[in-house]
């Protein structure tokens, strides 16, 4: 076991996918010489070899294209794009190429590819280094979205991710990059996507949240066991697919649910969460679902800290579900 923080995480997994997996190339803004801007790659073109950790033009279209074209001809490229709030100008490669390309070839393609990305606020980035735009791709048939909140998982998962067989968006909460410290295997291991963590056992009420959130979800648990409440504590980990079975068999047990996010509200993950908790579990909920998330609004740069949820809000939020 080694201590690791989520970028070394990252870079653990990367290199052993590369050495493993010729195929695997790794590619994006800054990614080669200098290991990209939050040194996820550092060292890997030296290992490498500049053929296979390539630095690309300041084009998320053509690296994202190209990302599709070289997993169409049986490579498995790992693409970075260098903040989530960059992925736009590539959207249409993304979700109309690459999450199509299985059903549109009936199963003679596929796109066997990674597309990395820092997501989410806490840093201090404004308008266009802040955004969670993962609504966007978890509305996109053919597409798996990841959220990562641990260096065991993040490890794990990425590279499940490089060896799935379809295109995988992995989101890695920038402010969580250094932020944790965790012991990780230095072995092989894989997480299955698709499936949540318990994080903490409880019988009061469930706290469901991914990504940056889960560390002041995790904080208001623990403030509310002082108070004699237990909350069981769920990290989703996916979000496309989601995995209904441990969320509904907790909110089942505990009658009251909360959902935690810092993406805006409207379409979020979150709504569709609660919707599924409302639709299938309504005769056995004691209040109706509440979400805690960021705001229908541009983020902000003076209001970082108002703009995501807080612990203050989670627990004001719980009150209200307990009291109801």
Known sequence: MATMTLI???????????????????????????????????????KYGPERVIDTPLSEAAIIGAAVGMAAHGMRPVAEIQFADYVFP????????????????????????????????GVKGGHHHSQSPEAHFAHTGGLKVVVVSTPYDTKGLLKSAVRDDDPVVFMEPKRLYRAIKEEVPEDDYLIPIGKAAIRREGRDITLISYGGSMVETLKAAEEMATAGIQAEVIDLRSVLPWDKDTVLNSVARTGRVLMISEAPRMASVASEVTATISEELFDQLLAPPVRVSGFDTPYPYAQDKLYMPTVTRILNAAKRVLDY
């Open 90 to 121: 590539g959207f249409d490669q993304l979700v109309s190429q690459a999450a199509k390309l299985r059903y549109r070839s009936g199963g003679q393609f596929t796109a066997p590819m990674v597309v990395r990305m820092p997501t989410g606020g």
């Open 8 to 46: 070394q995480a990252i870079n653990k997994a990367l290199d052993e996918e590369m050495a493993r997996d010729d195929r695997v190339v790794v590619f994006g803004e800054d990614v080669g010489k200098r290991g990209g801007v939050f040194l996820a790659t550092e060292g890997l073109q030296q």
